[in-house]
Nanobody, 124 residues
């Protein structure tokens, strides 16, 4: 069983930056591909970014590409999401997810484990 704990969410003004983190435990971290999803009020959960086990490949939703950066520290069992040039439409609960089966997980169904989420609010 994998436990994922997000942290670092909060309130930020439009144009600002924020970094959120996700600490993983319960399984060898390098056996997990990691991803970030978000869910805004009244909307479905959507893919934001993912990083493969080695950290050598990352991929992003078009809505965040060029503004967000996903990274991982395999020594610290932690994945990060650096968010720059934030917009009010980035406001959502951000969820960390882990996949033990897919090397390049994209859709939410490919992830086995989920964190509890952290709120990110961008004010205009």
């Amino acid at each position: 069983q994998v436990q994922l704990v997000e942290s670092g969410g909060g309130l930020v003004q439009a144009g600002g930056s924020l970094r959120i983190s996700c600490a993983a435990s319960g399984r060898t971290f390098t056996s997990l591909a990691m991803g970030w999803f978000r869910q805004a009020p009244g909307k479905e959960r959507e893919f934001v970014a993912a990083i493969i086990r080695s950290g050598r490949l990352t991929y992003y939703a078009s809505s965040v590409k060029g503004r967000f950066t996903i990274s991982r520290d395999n020594a610290e069992n932690t994945v990060y999401l650096e968010m720059n040039s934030l917009k009010p439409e980035d406001t959502a609960v951000y969820y960390c997810a882990a996949s033990s089966t897919s090397s390049y997980p994209g859709t939410s169904g490919e992830y086995d484990y989920w964190g509890q989420g952290t709120q990110v609010t961008v004010s205009s």
